[in-house]
C-alpha cells in the first residue's frame, strides 16, 4: 500500500497524540484512581462524576468546555500564553490534552480495578516489616498494579488514535498539526474525489486497532507473569 | 517483659484482655477462634487501634492511649508472620527475605540470610516465586523475612492453621528451632493445644474477648475453663521436668518431676533435655494403698488436694504429688468406694505407654552452653 505524505502525516500525528496524551495522563489517572479507591474524603462521589463525565457527555461538548478553559482567552489557557508562553488550543499538544480527557475515565476505571484486586494485607505485612508509605506504594502496591495500568494505558492510547469530536472542536482541523487519521479521513469523505484515500485512512485505523489489542494482551500476560499469576 | 492491656468494643464482640508475659520466650494466646486473639496481637503490631490500650516491650512503650502513644507499625520492630503468609507475589523468595532486612531499625544485624536460610532450609528455594512454593514452604519463607527484619518481638497468628497435617508436622520442627536457637520473644496465635503444648514457655488462656488464666503451662493446664475449650478428653496437668536417663533400646526415658521420677515411652531425646510431659486425667489411675503386680511403671506417692464434679457423674481430683501437681478423672463411684476426700494419701498410677505422643522436648539441656564455653 503506497501512502501519500498527507496521510504518513496523519499517521505520525495520530500516534504521537495518543502516546502524548497517555504520557501526560497517567501519574493523573493514578492519583486519582487511588483517591477515588482508597480515599476518604467529602467530595468523592463529585470526583468520581466529574472524572466520568466524558463518558457521557457529546465529544464536541468537551471540546467546547476546553476551548472555554484553555482557549487563548480562557483563564486557564490565557494564563498559560502569558506566563508560559504555552498555547494549546489549534495545536498538536492541544489534541493531545482533548484526547487525554476523552481517554481519562478508561484509564481511571483500569487502574481503579487494579488496585482494588491488590490485598491490603499485603502492605500491612510490608508495614511490619519497616516499609513507610511511600516506599510501600512504590514496592508492594504499584508493582502489584501493574497489569492493570498497562491495560489502561493501552485503551487508552487505542481510544486515542481514534478521537475524533473534542480533538476538532479543540484543536481543530489543521493539516500536519492537528489533523489525525480520524480527521483526515473525514476530511477525504466530504472532498470530491476522495474515496480512494478514504478507504486506504480506514484500512489503516483497523490494523493499528488490531495491533492495539494485540500489544495489549502481550503486555498483559507479561505484567501478569510479573506479579506472579 | 511484654506489658499488654486492651479493650476494644466493636458490634456484639468486647476484647478486654490484660497480660504479662517475660521476654525472651513464646507465649502461647490460647482459645477457640473468635475468641479474640488475632485482634489482640494486631493491636500490639500496631495494625489495628484500640479503644484503649498499652503495649510495653522491656521497658518501651509502644503504646499508651492514655498519653495518645501509638508508634507506627513500621517503626516498632515487631514482626508478624500471618496465617496465610502474604508473600510479595512479585518477589522471588530471596527478595522476600531481604525486603524487612533492608528496611531494619535495629542497630546490628543479629540474624543474617545465612542462617536464616540454614535454619529455615530455603537453600533451594531462593530463587522461586511464591506461586511455586508448597504452603509449608511459604510459611518458612514468612517466619525467614519476618525475623530478618530483625524484630525486637515476632508475633505468629496461626501460622501452621491453613496447612494440613503432613505440612503442620513438616514446620513445627522449625519453629523449636528458632525457639531454641534464637532468643527473639514470640506470640503464638493458635487454637490447637498440640501446638501450645510443643512450643509455648507461657500459657494466656483466653474465651470470649476475655484472658481466663495465664502462666506457665504446669498452672494453666489445671484450670478449669480450660476443658470448655479442649474438650474433656484433653483434659491433662502437664508436668516439667528434665530427663536423667535414656534406655533407647526399649523407648523408655527417665524423667525427675519434682521430688519424683517418672518413666516416659519416648523417642528422640538425651540425658539432661527439658521436657514436658501432659498427663491426661482420664488415663491417671489413683489407688489408696501401694498397689503390687501391676504392669504399670509409675507410682508416684501423694495427697489429694481438690475434689470438683466433672460432667457425667465423673470427678476432678488434684493431686499434689511432691513439687509437682496431676489431674485425675474417676467415676463418682470410685470416689464413694475409696472414701477419698481432700488431704487422702494416695498412690498415682501412671501408664508408660499413655505418655507416648505428650512428651514434648522444651529445650536442650540448661548446662550445655554454660559447660562449653567453660571448657
Known amino acids: 500500500m503506497h501512502l501519500t505524505p498527507a496521510e504518513l502525516d496523519a499517521l505520525r500525528l495520530s500516534l504521537s497524540v495518543a502516546a502524548r496524551s497517555v504520557l501526560f495522563s497517567l501519574p493523573f489517572a493514578v492519583l486519582i484512581g487511588w483517591l477515588l479507591t482508597r480515599g476518604r474524603f467529602a467530595g468523592r462521589w463529585l470526583l468520581d462524576a466529574i472524572v466520568h463525565l466524558p463518558l457521557v457527555l457529546p465529544p464536541v461538548a468537551v471540546g467546547y468546555v476546553l476551548l472555554l478553559l484553555f482557549g487563548n482567552n480562557g483563564p486557564i489557557g490565557g494564563w498559560l500564553r ?148 | 517483659m511484654l506489658k499488654v492491656k486492651l479493650a476494644k468494643r ?18 502461647a494466646l490460647f482459645g477457640r477462634s473468635g475468641c479474640g486473639k488475632t485482634t489482640a496481637i494486631n493491636i500490639i503490631s500496631g495494625l489495628l487501634d484500640a479503644d484503649s490500650a498499652y503495649v510495653e516491650l522491656d521497658g518501651d512503650v509502644l503504646t499508651d492511649t492514655s498519653e495518645r502513644i501509638s508508634i507506627p507499625p513500621e517503626q516498632r520492630r515487631i514482626g508478624y508472620v500471618f496465617q496465610d503468609g502474604r508473600l510479595f507475589p512479585h518477589m522471588s523468595v530471596l527478595r522476600n527475605l531481604q525486603y524487612g532486612l533492608k528496611r531494619t531499625r535495629a542497630s546490628g544485624v543479629a540474624i543474617t540470610l545465612d542462617q536464616i ?126 530427663v536423667t536417663s535414656v534406655d533407647a533400646s526399649c523407648g523408655m526415658a527417665a524423667v525427675r518431676v519434682g521430688s519424683g521420677s517418672l518413666n516416659v515411652n519416648v523417642t528422640a531425646v538425651s540425658t539432661g533435655d527439658r521436657v514436658r510431659v501432659q498427663l491426661l486425667a482420664r488415663d491417671i489411675i489413683l489407688a489408696v494403698e501401694e498397689p503390687r503386680g501391676l504392669s504399670v ?64 522436648r522444651v529445650g536442650a539441656p540448661r548446662l550445655s552452653r554454660g559447660a562449653s564455653s567453660g571448657s
Not at chain 2, 518458612?140 to 525486637?152: C, D, H, I, M, N
Not at chain 2, 501460622?159 to 503442620?168: E, F, I, N
Not at chain 2, 474477648?209 to 476443658?227: D, F, I, T
Open chain 1, 82 to 229: 502569558n506566563h508560559l508562553g504555552i498555547q494549546l488550543a489549534f495545536s498538536t499538544a492541544g489534541a493531545a490534552l482533548a484526547t487525554a480527557v476523552m481517554a481519562f475515565p478508561l484509564m481511571v476505571r483500569s487502574i481503579r480495578l487494579a488496585l482494588e484486586n491488590v490485598d491490603p494485607g499485603l502492605e500491612a505485612a510490608a508495614r511490619t516489616l519497616g516499609a513507610r508509605p511511600i516506599d510501600r506504594f512504590l514496592t508492594i502496591t504499584l508493582p502489584l498494579m501493574w497489569p492493570g495500568i498497562i491495560a489502561g494505558a493501552v485503551t487508552a492510547f487505542a481510544a486515542g488514535l481514534g478521537e475524533f469530536g473534542a480533538v476538532i472542536t479543540f484543536a481543530s482541523n489543521i493539516p500536519g498539526i492537528t489533523r489525525t487519521i480520524p480527521l483526515a479521513l473525514y476530511t477525504a469523505i466530504q472532498s470530491p474525489g476522495g474515496d480512494d484515500q478514504a478507504l486506504r485512512l480506514a484500512v489503516m485505523s483497523f490494523v493499528l486497532g488490531l495491533l492495539g489489542l494485540l500489544l495489549a494482551e502481550v503486555l498483559a500476560r507479561r505484567a501478569r507473569h510479573l506479579v506472579g499469576r
Open chain 2, 10 to 27: 466493636r458490634d456484639g464482640f468486647a476484647l478486654d484482655a490484660q497480660f504479662n508475659a517475660p521476654t525472651p520466650g513464646v507465649v
Open chain 2, 117 to 242: 536460610v540454614a535454619l529455615l532450609g530455603l537453600d533451594h528455594l531462593l530463587q522461586r516465586k511464591p506461586y511455586q512454593l508448597s504452603g509449608g514452604e511459604r510459611q518458612r519463607t514468612a517466619l525467614g523475612r519476618a525475623l530478618l527484619s530483625q524484630p525486637a518481638l515476632l508475633l505468629l497468628d496461626e501460622p501452621l492453621a491453613a496447612l494440613d497435617v503432613a505440612r503442620r508436622e513438616e514446620v513445627l520442627p522449625y519453629l523449636e528451632r528458632l525457639r531454641d536457637n534464637l532468643s527473639i520473644p514470640m506470640v503464638y496465635v493458635s487454637h490447637q493445644f498440640d501446638e501450645v503444648l510443643q512450643l509455648a514457655t507461657h500459657v494466656v488462656l483466653m474465651d470470649a474477648g476475655q484472658v481466663v488464666a495465664q502462666g506457665p503451662l504446669s498452672e494453666v493446664s489445671l484450670v478449669p475453663q480450660l476443658r470448655a475449650i479442649v474438650g474433656p478428653d484433653s483434659v491433662g496437668a502437664v508436668v516439667d521436668g528434665v
Open chain 2, 297 to 360: 511403671r509409675n507410682q508416684l506417692r501423694g495427697t489429694v488436694t481438690t475434689i470438683v464434679d466433672d460432667e457425667h457423674d465423673a470427678r476432678l481430683i488434684t493431686v499434689d504429688v511432691g513439687g509437682a501437681t496431676v489431674l485425675s478423672r474417676i467415676t463418682r463411684g470410685a470416689v464413694e468406694a475409696l472414701g477419698l476426700r481432700n488431704g487422702s494419701a494416695v498412690w498415682v498410677l501412671v501408664k508408660a505407654v499413655s505418655t507416648r505422643g505428650h512428651v514434648f
